[in-house]
Nanobody, 124 residues
Framework: QLQLVESGGGLEQAGGSLRLSCAAS????????MGWFRQAPGKEREFVAA????????RYADSVICRFTIPRVNAKSSVYLQMNSLKPEDTAVYYC?????????????????WGQGTQVTVSS
């Protein structure tokens, strides 16, 4: 089991920035591709960003390109979501997720492990 715990959510004004953190435990973090997903009220969960285990490959949803980045620090068993130029439509519960297969995170939206989520609210 890979346990994932998100933190860093909160309330921010439009145009501001937030940094979400995801701390992993239970397995060798370096073996896992990681990603972030989000779910807004009344909407389906959607992919936000993904990063391969060796940091060589990343993918972003069109809606967050040039605003969000997904750094990871394997030595700290952590992945982050740096969110800049926030918009009200970014309001959602954000979930950290991981899988040993990159494509499961980046393209198939079916990572094996999920965190509990952290709320991000952007006011206009």
């Amino acid at each position: 089991q890979l346990q994932l715990v998100e933190s860093g959510g909160g309330l921010e004004q439009a145009g501001g920035s937030l940094r979400l953190s995801c701390a992993a435990s239970g397995r060798n973090f370096g073996d896992y591709a990681m990603g972030w997903f989000r779910q807004a009220p009344g909407k389906e969960r959607e992919f936000v960003a993904a990063i391969s285990w060796n940091i060589a490959t990343t993918r972003y949803a069109d809606s967050v390109i040039c605003r969000f980045t997904i750094p990871r620090v394997n030595a700290k068993s952590s992945v982050y979501l740096q969110m800049n130029s926030l918009k009200p439509e970014d309001t959602a519960v954000y979930y950290c997720a991981g899988s040993t297969t990159y494509i499961d995170v980046a393209n198939r939206d079916r990572p094996k492990y999920w965190g509990q989520g952290t709320q991000v609210t952007v006011s206009s």
